[in-house]
């Protein structure tokens, strides 16, 4: 049987050296809560057509945090209805969000619950708003944020792109601030680059931007915007062809960085020759 | 004896939340239990006794964003 391009594609991608941007450039490895990654980019779990695709996706993306809900357990068939069953926790990071919840109380609830899976002590902090948009409740947040810093969660606060409840959620103890790029699943792209950077510019704690991605050319401008990473869950999954994409935002994730870290050239209004303008023919 | 799980009545003889679990078919270390809104940890689950009316919620991982 022929391979088919997206195969060809992972498979060259398997055996090249920039697998991290920390090999190939002078880059310090991302580091939150005191747990430290080589890759910059989180994966989502949710919405592919298939668990496999999932899988696949998911390895393809290099990623090693990876985000996971919580549900209840459906009594008729728990085993297949759990992303452990398909996943090992081992080789992934696994970071419980608190999707779904509209009070700080059930974010917290939430929260509690998955931290006595036993894997780790870290949340990704959703409080949600509103329905349509899926926007913050930043009171809420912040609310949820004190409580839980309080018990020794590394709380992860997805927010809007607002600098003055970034710093709040900082003040109040967040191990990273999660900025939107876009509305969850909505596919815009970094609508508000301005803001990014001027949070990444006055935080301490990671800036990692959040929701919104579509492709690759948005992960790679929110990445030269210096924050220090990025999540993404439908850009991926809702791709149609969820591996190959997962390996497209690697490489824009790292190239995003990469651009960054080199520094870009101006802007300039007028056109600059790049080849000499002397030695020119009579 | 009736009991709310995961939000529907269900009819069980289970002693303590480990015996639901069995009774259930499920794997202690692949759940978490909340009893009454506490949640009681894996260690624990054979020490508390199940009662009718008890509301147990039964959670775990899925996919997500």
Known sequence: MQETPSNSFISLAEGDTITTAVETIRDEPLTIGGRTFQSRLMVGTGKYPDMESMVRAIEASGAEVVTVAVRRVNLDRAKENSVLHYL?????????????????????????????????????????????????DVQGLLEATRILVKEGFKVLAYTNEDLVTALRLEDAGCAAVMPLASPIGSGLGLLN??????????????????????????????????????????????????VTMAHAMRLATIAGRAAFLAGRMPRRDVAMPSSPTKGMLD | MDVVINGEHKNVSSGT?????????????????????????????DGVTVN??????????????
Do not use: W
């Open chain 1, 88 to 136: 090992d926790p081992k080789h992934v990071f696994l970071l419980a969000n608190t999707a779904g919840c509209y009070t700080a109380e059930d974010a917290v609830r939430y929260a509690r619950l998955a931290r006595e899976a036993g894997f780790n002590d870290f949340v990704k902090l959703e409080v949600i708003g509103d329905e349509e948009t899926l926007l913050p």
């Open chain 1, 193 to 242: 680059p301005f803001s990014v950077r001027t949070i990444k510019r006055r935080l301490h704690v990671p800036v990692i931007v959040d929701a919104g991605v579509g492709t690759a050319s948005d992960a790679c401008v929110t990445m030269e915007q210096g924050v220090d990473g990025i999540l993404m869950n439908t850009a991926i999954a809702a791709a149609q062809d969820p």
């Open chain 2, 17 to 45: 939340l480990l015996e639901l679990l069995k009774e259930l078919e499920l794997d202690p270390r692949a759940v978490v239990v909340e009893h009454n809104r506490k949640i009681v940890r894996r260690a624990g689950l």
């Open chain 2, 52 to 65: 009718a009316g008890d509301a147990i919620e039964l959670v775990h991982f899925v996919g997500g964003g």
